[in-house]
């Protein structure tokens, strides 16, 4: 069963960029499609952009395309997120998913855009 850690959040001024990592355990790792989510206080979870197994294809929310791309190394095990000319509401804590016959959640890192 893969296990998930991300680290990458923090602090940053509008416009300013992030690079999100989730590290995997496991051994499959490349036949996971991956994806990362994200809950502002008040609201649902939402989809962020999903790759597919091995890298195949992309899908990102209408509100992050063009500014955020997800990528993966299925080497290392790990799924990126770089998220440029980010926006004070991008804010929210960003979870890594991994599915195969289940979904499988990390437990989050806090994104802050504010001046």
């Known amino acids: 069963q893969v296990q998930l850690v991300e680290s990458g959040g923090g602090l940053v001024q509008p416009g300013g960029s992030l690079r999100l990592s989730c590290a995997a355990t496991?051994?499959?790792?490349?036949?996971?499609?991956m994806s990362w989510y994200r809950q502002a206080p008040g609201k649902e979870r939402e989809l962020v952009a999903a790759?597919?197994?091995?890298?195949?294809?992309?899908n990102y929310a209408d509100s992050v395309k063009g500014r955020f791309t997800i990528s993966r190394d299925n080497a290392k095990n790990t799924v990126y997120l770089q998220m440029n000319s980010l926006k004070p509401e991008d804010t929210a804590v960003y979870y890594c998913?991994?599915?195969?016959?289940?979904?499988?959640w990390g437990q989050g890192t806090q994104v802050t855009v504010s001046s």
């Open positions: 790759i597919s197994s091995f890298g195949i294809n992309t």
């Open positions: 998913n991994a599915k195969r016959t289940r979904e499988v």
């Open positions: 496991g051994s499959l790792f490349s036949i996971y499609a």
